[in-house]
Every structure is written in structure tokens, then in C-alpha cells.
């Protein structure tokens, strides 16, 4: 067992204490009994200090030239690349994934870090004509100012770097504000920051609780962007609050992400990805599929399979080679996909295999859920309805094209989705048809890449995409400006009328 990890704040340069001293602990998932890190429980007051300092840097920041800030940001991509293995050891044993997720995970960093800092030398604005003589107009993208990251635990590298990175490289300042599961990484992560040169105050970490931290962010009347990952009712309060405040946010929350099996798909290829989008990352993801949607013709078949090769799936601690589907987070979580099956039983679904905690051998150590399917649900059902962010999925028959499109539509979630099909016509029904912010043809429900946009329609999201270069239009605001080199006043739609 390692010594825990003591993680301070990283403010204006600095690493320090909370103002109170007051600390809390990270535990590994896949073994309660070992600290990974002890954090600070930090106050309003430490958010000040950290928000004094984003806007002071910002002052001189936003006139950094873009390509000179991207510099930092490609410097961020090769210390990760350095130092990925040791990141990622650190991921599964404080997060529990296992370590080639874990690689995964610091991977999407590092290609967000090469791809956010190539936006250095484009952040491209457009030119236009004037209606008027000798008169130039173009827009320019500006930044927003001091914005406050508030991030999860199921990817704590990749999300905090695509947030900071293009809002960095778009020339705001930032507050991270890591989940209380995973300090150690994101101090870590901080660190790399810190090590490719970013000046002081450029980047500030502050840990603690959402209740505390987040909080004194998301109401600090001097933060002016917010960008949040995290749980509806916690994104309902932070866009209520932004709104409220007038900031700008960005909200990625929750969805019920569906995967769609024709009775024409290719059955193990259909299988392969339904068993990595509902299990993998032990169904921790906002993308994981939560509910199969089965044509009536192969639904038997396909069941049979996807029961076999779940039974054959090996748990146990992420940092072990041999581990397919590592921890559930913490106990809170574990109770509460638990209390699903009881919720599944109680309304007439039937768990074909899994369905209790994992507590064989070692797995005792920590918080194992077995890898669930859930037979005879219907789409009235919460575990239907519901996110549950655990290796849980609800399967749904139907018997026709449309009838599965209408059941994946019909959830107030809307990010990923997915159908397997052969036919290139119902291929291209589905693009058109499905409601979500992703759709993958013949792919699993997980595994976005950087440069594409990433969000979700409906309650899913508010409107934006992250990553790709719709990130830019989170971190920046446009400027359109006219220049008028004709040396009199020329009247916009009066003087070039008669
Ligand atoms: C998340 O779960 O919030 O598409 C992010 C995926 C990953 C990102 C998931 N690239 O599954």
C-alpha cells in the first residue's frame, strides 16, 4: 500500500492549504480500506483567493498571442505523453477503471491537447463585404474571461482537459473544480499544467465539495463562464444559478443511451458493442448504453449470446491486467444501482444474470456490482427511464424499424445512441430520426473522439457542444467589427438608399 497522496490547491502559481486546514479523503474503489489522497476541503474564502487571482492573470493573459498560448497547451500534450503510464496507474487505482480505460482516458487529453492547440493558429474569424464603400467588416473571436470547470469523476483527465485546454487556448483563465472521488488525478493533471510553464493564475485548482466549492463558484459574481459535467439536478441548479447571475454555462448531463439491433445486423459485431457500451467503464459513462432495443426476430438469440459472454466477464481492480470491469465509484453509488434491482423487480422486469453485489474473494475489498441485464422491460419502466451510471441494461423488444426508433426517442435524455443494421436505407432513416447529440451506425454508444462535437439534445445538454471546434464557441464570444476607411460618416441602410 503507497502513502496517500497529500493534494493541495494550486492558486495564482502557488500550492497551498485550504484557509481552513479542514481535509478529506479519496479511497480506492476496488479496496475501501486504502486513502489514495487527502484534499482540502475548501471554502468560499479559497475560491476568492482563486478567482481574484483568474481575473488578475486574465488581464495580461487574453493578450498572450494565440499561438504563443497554444505553445503551453502543446507542451501539456507531450508531458502527458511522458508521463502517461504512472497517470494512468494513478486513474485505476483511484478511480477504478481498468488501466487500458485508464490509458483511454489520458489519451483523449493528449489529443485534445494537440488538437485545442492547433486551434492557436486558426480561432478563425470571417470576412465579409460591407454594404457600403470603402468599409471592411470581419468578426473576431474574444474570450469570456475567468471560467469555472466543474468536473467528474468517470473521466478525470480527458474532461478536465477538454474543457481547459481550448478555453485556455481561446484565451480565458480557469478554476478547475475536480470531483471529491478523484483529487489525486486532477492534482496530477494540474501539476502537468504547471510544469509546461502556464503563467501564475493562468490555471487554479480548487478542491473540495459541490456543495461548498461548486457552489461559491457557480454564485461568485466574478466568475463569467461556467462549463459543468455532471448530474441533471445538479446542472438544473447551476444553469438556474448562471442564468440568475447572468454567466454564461455550459451544462453536459445525463442520458439513456440506447442501443438499437436490427433483426438484419451482424449479430456478434452487434454483441461486441453492446457489451462494451453497457459495461464498459463499468457502465460509468454519460454515453454507456443503459437499454438494448431488440428486434423480436433475433431478440431470443441475441439475449442468449450477450448472457453468455457477461457471465465470462472478469471483475476486479483496475489496476490488475487481467480486469475487465472494474469498481463502481464509491458506496453511494454502488446502493443506488442496488436499489434498482429492487426498483427493476418490483415493476416486472426480470435480471436474466447479475443483479447483486459482487463480494467473491477479494472483490469484497471494494464496491463490485455483477454486470446486470434486465429482461421483459418495457419503456414505461424507471430502469427504462432512468440513468442509472452502473454496468446495468434494460433490454426492450420491438418489432418493427419504427417502433425502435420511437422507444430510443422516447426519454427526456438525448446524447448517444446507436443501431446495428445491415440496411444502408434504415442506416440513414435513423441518422435522420434519432434524437441525440450522437449517433453511431454499426459502433457502440461509446467512444467519441476530440475533434467531433460532444453534447447532447434535449435535457442531455443546454445547447452546446464541447470538444471539436464548437468548443470555441463555449470559450469565446463574437466581435463583429467594421472598419470604415472612406473619411466621412456613412449611414448604414440610409445613405447607400435614395
Ligand atoms: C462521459 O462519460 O462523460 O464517448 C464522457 C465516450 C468518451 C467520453 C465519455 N470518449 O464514451
Known sequence: MTTPLNCQNYINGQWLNAATENTLNSHNPADKSEIVATFPRSQADD??????????????????????????IFRVGELLLQHKEELAQLISREMGKPLTEARGDIQEGIDCAFYSAG????????????????????TVRMPIGVCALITPWNFPVAIPCWKAMPALVCGNTVILKPAEDTPACATKLIEIFAAAG????VINLVHGVGEEVGKALVEHPDIDLVSFTGSSATGAYVGETCGRTHKRVCLEMGGKNAQVVMEDADLELALDGALWGAFGTTGQRCTATSRLILHRDIKEKFTAMLRERTSK??????????????????????QRVHEYMNIAHEEGAKILIGGKIATDGQLKQGYFFQPTILDNVTPDM?????????????????????????????????LSSSIYTRDINRAFAAIRD????????????????????????????NGHREAGTTALDVFTEWKSVYVDFSGSLQRAQIDNRS
Open 313 to 334: 466477464l472478469r471483475l476486479g481492480a483496475g489496476t490488475e491486467l487481467d480486469t475487465e470491469i472494474g469498481p463502481i465509484i464509491n458506496n453511494r453509488q454502488l
Open 119 to 138: 486551434e492557436g493558429r486558426r480561432l478563425f474569424g470571417q470576412t465579409t463585404p460591407s454594404e457600403m464603400p470603402n468599409k471592411f467588416a470581419m
Open 382 to 414: 424507471r430502469v427504462a427511464r432512468e440513468e442509472i451510471f452502473g454496468p446495468v441494461v434494460a433490454l426492450i423488444e420491438v418489432s418493427t424499424f419504427e417502433e425502435a426508433i420511437a422507444i430510443l426517442n422516447d426519454t427526456k435524455y438525448g
Open 198 to 201: 502556464l503563467p501564475p493564475g
Open 434 to 461: 434519432i434524437e441525440a447529440g450522437i449517433t453511431y451506425i454499426n459502433g457502440p454508444t461509446i467512444g467519441a473522439e476530440v475533434h467531433l462535437p460532444f453534447g447532447g439534445v434535449k435535457q442531455t445538454g
Open 47 to 72: 475560491v476568492d483567493r482563486a478567482v481574484a487571482n483568474a481575473r488578475q492573470a486574465y488581464r495580461s493573459w487574453r493578450k498572450v498571442p494565440a499561438p504563443a498560448r497554444a505553445e503551453y
